[in-house]
């Protein structure tokens, strides 16, 4: 889950993170206010993009009046098709130097990762190799000084600036582990006469464990349909094709995806209903394909934990509940296949063998 | 021979209570798993399919050794249940559950390097020794003995490719699921240095996908260390980019995690990388008629 | 550094282990009001002895009357020559059953350990071995539920007090670790119908981590010789005979007052005042010795770290100074040995090359 | 034969810039060690005793190769500098400094275990294969080779003790402080196993004290395990009873840690103990003769 960058600011300052001074406002006139109070300003628009600045929603401004003029050109601008909701207005800090740090998970290495660079700023991602230092933490003893010192070294900071950072490093360290981030990343890390300020915040936490942080507010970036699939606990997401698939695991599913379009088709939707689902949420997952009006139904079973009779069951339930009237290219074999077709057959309805013939047997059915 | 496992290997497990516990204890008894024992807290004194249940796997070590044990806890409790395993001294651990924390997996996998153990998973379908041992939820029909290695990164598929090699007559020696999470246990290359040693292995089948690096790890390992044929299936060619993890997302990845970059890695590492998952098979038989 | 039952007690609780209400009290009047307030309640001495509850430093009472006649009975008992300064008034807790639990340091296994028994109380030393579960933790993991639960299956505990044990051993776990205890020890711990209550609390603190906890207070169980000593950072403890010694380094001080009484004499004093010490330190010691007024000074020297020259001008410098009137037995060997000898030769000192020798020429000045 | 170093052991100093650790890094040359560079923060590029100074143990190993790793900074950066020493892949830690704290020496020892790694310390004057290269702070020249192993858990006794020998004619081969706090990495029992097989080592001494069990420990190991002599000298016979450390201390103890308790032990174990420390040398003298 993406935190917006005031939320990520307020983690920060909680584990002690120096952060610029700075208002939440969600209209023009309170851009305005907070502009008054603050003095010189800048205006950040808070929306889920890693685009931000290049798209015209970030604005210096030195009055109350700007700042409105601003913060009304801002709310009107779309990022990626998103609209801002809030701003934060922020003191403008004096910026010697924008340096980049992040903390991460390397899953190369099973372990937390330090990135970081003297080159911080808009264009982070094109730093040279050598430029860019990485750490990867042994987090059963985390990040010690000597780590931050050592990375100090490498980026070639010493003196004072390297005091800061080993002041600063294990708070964000601290943080990304009590939180559960899968990131916490800093750009620009501004150094200023007062020393290292977060004058960015981008922080996702590991939605598996969001569970432990029930403080934390919900943010979600999916569209409604995803949304009631996420309830269901199914894994979706919207493609715009006319095929709906329907699959059980996350591998098979982009595979059978892979293969619509292999064979010239055009899949409506990922859908992967998980392992071991029960009747109830097979039921559910289909009814949610059949609520996006697909040209064609093609579900590709292979049964390991998910037992095929559960979903042929599932599918004969909603047949006649709620009626299924597309053309359907149904491939089901593995755990409880027998059970299964027989359940299917009862019903005249054809299973296929093989994932090939059903992929190709659904294509076929919108031409 | 066997790559991590094979007839002998005593297996605890985790969760036998439950319902999947109980369900795939059955199922691996029915393969011809070595099942000495299971664990529940509280449970002690039960007796599930004919295993003998324990409040801890210290208590069941004591009057029951093992070598590995399968965990089938919901996620929020994995991480106690591994590390308890870990302490205990099992070997050989397999983590079925999904939805495990991150933070949690990288303590696990921290700890079992401490204990000199192996983690499969989690979020895996487990390991297989066709025909001798499977630890894991696979479904046991489609692992007959054979000279194929198998990884994959994702179970179902996994399966499908499997069972394409089966219809076709081709068994398999071992067969791994490293799990589909960013923090797993074993990676490819792991697996494949296993496969490489393995004197009944004779070709290798890698089922990756889209995301991280794993894939391009194991082309830079069978580039300068294998002889063995490896064939390759990856999905994700038609997945639309993923949503980005900040900057440092691809300050990682530094243009790898692609079905592209992927596909060149392998394919010059000498690897066959098949279009389509039914195109594994053919590639197969084709390898191993030339050995 | 061992902590007061109240201190012990704000710390536990400042962890969120359960602990009685109680009052801490000073005078008389102040107990009984304290039990007006708290109703049925135990009185206790706080001072820092195991054997206060059978000494009579404990009293439950049930009204305000005898509270102030027993808080007056425990501020004239002594404890091993330790008087009462503060009393602690606790509402009286229901005890179904007396459990211990203690963290303590596991010099073998190099690791925090778990002592617990169902058998606590004033008498837990002699429970028997089997009774006595030890759980030496992993501190690169810490303190697991798991380990809870099997700590709990090996005591016999199961069901409601299991999960009692499961929340409140990790959090004396924490306590133990933040805090830098050496031991974080409950007898009793009360089992009452609201659950485990920590109805004593004895915790040590390392005295070499203190410098990390600037927020506990100082206490001491030293003379004022030893708190001087203390402040010079010498380990200096009395003993009460007439040769007063001095060496470098722990065990061979020992070495030297064991030889002292092998020889028949009696040592005044342990005083090792360390390795490595400098001119200043080195002459602070020897005045500390001085002032003692003893019979002879036996001085037992085998530099390493320490230096010999340095050693020898302290001495001289001290001689200078305040005079050295006491018959003197004066050993030095190693580091810079010879550059410490010319230095006490030029003064008229003789020094010995063995401590056999030495030794047994201070007890024979003692005759 | 050498226990733990020899003469081609390369050696780091930590805080070699101080004034205790620029005094013993002399000391050290001057006996042989094979000292290949130095670590002090902030200190790149200065020189001491003709040793080259890095910044960090990372930045000195790129250059300059080593074994091993001597710690002199003051107490309260004793943990950050051995845990940078272990990752930074040094398989022998020797920790000079005194009071580190207690959860500081377990969290060291802790990571020494992952690394597999040998901590000498905290509060120890280190060790040395005599005539060869010591690591520590003990005075060069009592230190020459011969048939004896010392293991000490006290400094200054140890060499009284060793000075003895030497004076009468007796070398030895390692001699190795354990340190004098109550968590310290090697105990007597890891010792006496490696004098039990090193070949130059005929007879071995043992230095201990009052307080703590690793007497007793070792007298159960010599009694299983160890064929050549061990003489004993024990610190603390008039030492008045420790203070307490509540229950638990009794507990853990269980009546051993007193004088009598490790005397009783360790003469059960066959071990000629000494009744002053001038009586070890005369012990040792015998038991070579009988050899």
């Known amino acids: 889950m993406k935190l917006y960058e005031h939320m990520g600011k307020e983690l920060f300052a909680r584990c002690g993170i120096p952060v610029p001074r700075g208002k939440l406002v969600e209209t023009v006139d309170q851009a305005g206010e907070a502009a008054a109070e603050l003095g010189e300003v800048v205006i950040k628009s808070q929306v889920l993009t890693g685009k931000r600045g290049k798209a015209g929603g970030i604005a210096f401004v030195s009055n109350p009046g700007e700042a409105k003029k601003e913060a009304a050109r801002i709310f009107d601008l779309k990022f990626d098709g998103l609209t801002t909701e809030k701003l934060l207005v922020e003191e403008k800090i004096q910026i010697e130097q924008e340096l980049y740090l992040a903390l991460t998970i390397d899953g190369a290495a099973r372990r937390p990762l330090v990135l970081a660079s003297l080159d911080g700023g808009m264009d982070v991602e094109e730093v040279a190799e050598e430029r860019m230092i990485r750490w990867p933490v042994d987090n059963t003893i985390g990040l010690q000084d000597y780590m931050v010192r050592e990375i100090c070294r490498r980026m070639g900071v010493t003196g004072s600036l390297q005091k800061e950072f080993v002041k600063f490093m294990p708070k964000l360290y601290r943080m990304f582990r009590e939180m559960d981030a899968e990131l916490a990343e800093i750009n620009p890390l501004a150094l200023t006469p007062d020393g290292l300020i977060a004058a960015d915040a981008k922080v996702t936490i590991d939605d598996d464990a969001l569970y432990r942080h029930p403080q934390l507010p919900r943010i979600t970036e999916k569209t409604a349909l995803e949304l009631k699939a996420e309830e269901l606990d199914l894994a979706y997401v919207e493609l715009g094709g006319d095929i709906a698939v329907m699959a059980n695991g996350a591998g098979i599913t982009m595979a059978t995806l892979d293969m619509v379009q292999h064979y010239g088709g055009d899949p409506a939707n990922f859908l992967d209903f998980g392992g071991g689902a029960d009747i109830d949420k097979t039921t559910q997952a289909l009814e949610l394909l059949l609520a996006t009006a697909p040209k064609v139904l093609l579900i590709n079973i292979f049964g390991g934990i998910t037992r095929c009779d559960v979903v042929a069951e599932a599918f004969v339930r909603v047949k006649e509940n709620k009626g299924i009237e597309l053309p359907v290219s149904f491939r089901l074999v593995g755990t409880n296949e027998s059970e299964g077709r027989a359940v299917l057959e009862k019903e005249g309805i054809k299973t296929f063998n093989s994932m090939d013939e059903a992929v190709r047997h659904a294509v076929g059915l919108t031409a | ?291």
């Open chain 2, 1 to 291: 021979m066997s790559v991590y496992i094979n007839q002998d290997t005593r297996v605890l497990v985790q969760g036998i209570t439950g319902r999947q516990g109980s369900f795939h204890t059955a199922q691996m008894l029915a393969y011809g798993t070595k099942i000495v024992g299971g664990v529940s807290p509280g449970k002690r004194g039960q007796v599930v399919e004919g295993v003998p249940v324990f409040d801890s796997t210290f208590e069941a070590l004591e009057s029951h050794p093992a070598d590995a044990s399968i965990l089938f806890m919901p996620a929020p409790f994995a991480k106690d249940g591994a590390l308890e395993a870990l302490e205990a001294g099992l070997k050989i651990i397999v983590l079925i559950p999904e939805s495990i924390p991150l933070h949690d997996a990288m303590d696990i996998m921290a700890y079992a390097r401490q204990k000199n153990a192996v983690v499969v998973g989690p979020n895996t379908f487990g390991l297989v020794s066709s025909g001798s041992s499977k630890i894991g939820i696979m479904p046991g029909r489609y692992f007959v003995p054979g000279p194929v290695g198998v990884v994959s990164r994702s179970g179902t598929l996994c399966y499908e490719i499997v069972g394409n090699l089966t219809n076709d007559g081709i068994g398999t020696t071992t067969v791994v699921g490293l799990g589909g999470d960013r923090v797993v246990g074993l990676h490819f290359v792991d697996v494949l240095k296993k496969f490489e040693e393995d004197p009944a292995t004779e070709t290798v089948v890698l089922v990756g996908e889209i995301g991280g690096s794993a894939e391009e790890e194991a082309a830079a390992y069978i580039s300068s260390s294998m002889i063995k044929p490896v064939i390759a299936y990856l999905a994700g060619r038609s997945a639309p980019p993923g949503k980005r993890m900040g900057h440092a997302g691809a300050i990682i990845e530094r243009g790898r995690g692609t079905f592209e970059s992927k596909v060149e890695a392998l394919s010059e590492a000498g690897v066959k990388v098949a279009d389509l998952p039914t195109a594994v098979s053919p590639l197969v038989k084709n390898a191993l008629d030339k050995t």
